[in-house]
T-cell receptor
């Protein structure tokens, strides 16, 4: 059963530290998304890639967040420096798009981040 | 106006009840519509797509009203296992990614 995997599952860090989250999309999927979920804001799109190329990262604070896809099996989301307001659950999702909007997005289990 | 709006609930219903959720969207050019389900401390998972003609999957029925720009989800004969948050999801066309509502929380009580 193919799944999106994410590491780490939980991360507690101190303000100012760098945080790196990793995602392995489902093999063969060509679109990868990074989301952040909080109680207040719900699920927010941070960035997404198609065929490893970044299509949109307008949802990300550019001064501290960066997203990359070094290869087709790995997507990374980095926060440097981290702040308490970054505390949230970060989800990666992948999909297969004949167009630019996948019919279905498959989510990973998420990384629960707490910045103290 | 938010792009996708849902009543956050919670909806507390007894087992066996029928419950309906609505969701409104602001972008009239939206092309694709879905309901996702998210269990507590878990990731969202696709429940069903919503087609213009409406569609049914067992106890679940989804409908789309393009003129009024709303989507509905009807759950019949509620089970305890239906307790979850239901996310309304709308997609545009071209470069527009999916937009998720904040979800409606359902609690089915024995």
């Amino acid at each position: 059963d193919a799944r999106v995997t994410q590491t780490p599952r939980d991360k507690v860090t101190e303000m100012g530290q760098e945080v790196t989250m990793r995602c392995q999309p489902i093999l063969g999927h060509n679109t990868v998304f990074w989301y952040r979920q909080t109680m207040m804001q719900g699920l927010e799109l941070l960035a997404y890639f198609r065929n490893r190329a970044p299509l949109d990262d307008s949802g990300m604070p550019k001064d501290r967040f960066s997203a990359e896809m070094p290869d087709a099996t790995l997507a990374t989301l980095k926060i440097q420096p981290s702040e308490p307001r970054d505390s949230a659950v970060y989800f990666c999702a992948s999909g297969l798009a004949p167009g630019l909007v996948p019919e279905t997005q498959y989510f990973g289990p998420g990384t629960r981040l707490l910045v103290l | 106006r938010k792009e996708v709006e849902q009543d956050p609930g919670p909806f507390n219903v007894p087992e066996g009840a029928t419950v309906a959720f609505n969701c409104t969207y602001s972008n009239s050019a939206s092309q694709s519509f879905f309901w996702y389900r998210q269990d507590c401390r878990k990731e969202p998972k696709l429940l069903m797509s919503v087609y213009s003609s409406g569609n049914e999957d067992g106890r679940f029925t989804a409908q789309l009203n393009r003129a009024s720009q709303y989507i509905s989800l009807l759950i019949r004969d509620s089970k305890l296992s239906d307790s979850a948050t239901y996310l309304c999801v709308v997609g545009g066309s071209g470069n527009t990614p999916l937009v998720f509502g904040k979800g409606t929380r359902l609690s089915v009580i024995a």
